[in-house]
T-cell receptor, first 112, second 120 residues
C-alpha cells in the first residue's frame, strides 16, 4: 500500500537558517505529492504540490522537487522566519484515489 | 481560500455515550468529504469517504456501525462516534474536496481545524 515517511521533529532553527524536511514515499501508481502546513489552532493548509516527476512546487519561499528516482519530495526554504513555526505534513494522492496518505508530520520551531 | 469548519473543537464525554462531530464547507459545495483520525505524533489516517446523498465508503478496519457518517447536504457531513470508549479518544479531522471532475490530480482538499475527543 501507499505510505509516506518524513523526518521526526521537532526541528528547531534560528531565524534566517536553511530548512530541509525530508520526505520519502511508496506508492503503487503515479502519485501527486503535497506539503501541507498546520499553524497552531488551524486546519491543514496546502503549501505546495507537484503532480509529476521533476516538477517543482513552490510557495512562500518553500520549495520541493518531485524526485521519482529517489521517491522523495523534500521540503526546503532558504531563510526561515519565526512565522514559519508550524507542523508540516508530507502527503500523496495515488492514481485513481481522491483521499490523501499522510506522513506523521514534522514540527518546526523557529527561534528569533 | 475556501473554509471548512468543524464543531465542536473539543469534546469530553463519558464512556458509552455517543458524540456527533459536524464538518461544514462554508463557502463552497463539497460533493465529497473525507474523515481522518490522528493519534499523537502519528499520521492522519483516512477513516472514510463521505459522498453527498449516498453511503460512506469506509477504509479497511474502520467499523461502520461505530463511526456513523451522514452527508445530507453539499455543505455538511457528520461523524457520530457511537457508544464511545476510551480507545476512541483521538483527534478527528475532516476535509472537503472541490470536486473537479476528471482532474483528480488538480483537486484541492480543504481541511477543518479538527475535533479533539476525550472519552472518560
Amino acid at each position: 500500500g501507499d505510505s509516506v515517511t518524513q523526518m521526526e521533529g521537532p526541528v528547531t532553527l534560528s531565524e534566517e537558517a536553511f530548512l530541509t524536511i525530508n520526505c520519502t514515499y511508496t506508492a503503487t501508481g503515479y502519485p501527486s505529492l503535497f506539503w501541507y502546513v498546520q499553524y497552531p489552532g488551524e486546519g491543514l493548509q496546502l503549501l505546495l504540490k507537484a503532480t509529476k516527476a521533476d516538477d517543482k512546487g513552490s510557495n512562500k519561499g518553500f520549495e520541493a522537487t518531485y524526485r521519482k528516482e529517489t521517491t522523495s519530495f523534500h521540503l526546503e526554504k532558504g531563510s526561515v522566519q519565526v512565522s514559519d513555526s508550524a507542523v508540516y505534513f508530507c502527503a500523496l494522492r495515488d492514481t485513481g484515489r481522491r483521499a490523501l496518505t499522510f506522513g506523521s508530520g514534522t514540527r518546526l520551531q523557529v527561534q528569533p | 481560500g475556501a473554509v471548512v469548519s468543524q464543531h465542536p473543537s473539543r469534546v469530553i464525554c463519558k464512556s458509552g455515550t455517543s458524540v456527533k462531530i459536524e464538518c461544514r464547507s462554508l463557502d463552497f459545495q463539497a460533493t465529497t468529504m473525507f474523515w481522518y483520525r490522528q493519534f499523537p505524533k502519528q499520521s492522519l489516517m483516512l477513516m472514510a469517504t463521505s459522498n453527498e446523498g449516498s453511503k460512506a465508503t469506509y477504509e479497511q478496519g474502520v467499523e461502520k456501525d461505530k463511526f456513523l457518517i451522514n452527508h445530507a447536504s453539499l455543505t455538511l457531513s457528520t461523524l457520530t462516534v457511537t457508544s464511545a470508549h476510551p480507545e476512541d479518544s483521538s483527534f478527528y479531522i475532516c476535509s472537503a474536496g472541490s470536486g473537479l471532475a476528471g482532474a483528480l490530480g488538480e483537486e484541492t482538499q480543504y481541511f477543518g481545524p479538527g475535533t479533539r475527543l476525550l472519552v472518560l
